[in-house]
């Protein structure tokens, strides 16, 4: 599986980094928080534009809400909105996947 995802990110370097690059995304997720490779994946070079992104171990992203954020009732809203933020990715995930 991971090794989909990496080779998804490898063949559509331009459209996997619009998404995580995006001041959007970036704004509301921040890097991803997973464990790293210490060298390129077997198979990946090395000056690859993506390598950092092809080291992740997983791709996992999240955003954090105070008590006082999640009970206001713009709270919803906001849920929806780190929903929409994170769709393009999920979208492309799921590509590679399959």
């Known amino acids: 599986e991971l090794?989909?995802?990496r080779n998804a990110i490898a063949n559509r370097t331009a459209e996997?980094?619009?998404i995580v690059e995006s001041k959007k995304f970036h704004e509301r997720f921040g890097d991803f928080?997973?464990?790293?490779?210490s060298k390129p994946p077997?198979?990946?070079?090395?000056?690859s534009p993506t390598i950092?992104?092809?080291?992740?171990k997983s791709f996992t992203i999240s955003e954090s809400f105070s008590e006082n954020e999640a009970l206001s009732p713009d709270y919803?809203?906001?849920l929806l909105e780190s929903f929409k933020a994170s769709y393009p990715l999920v979208v492309f995930l799921r590509e590679a996947l399959r």
């Open 3 to 5: 090794l989909k995802i």
């Open 33 to 37: 928080d997973a464990e790293r490779l």
């Open 76 to 78: 919803p809203k906001r």
């Open 42 to 47: 077997k198979g990946f070079s090395a000056d």
């Open 16 to 18: 996997f980094l619009k």
């Open 52 to 56: 950092e992104y092809l080291k992740l």
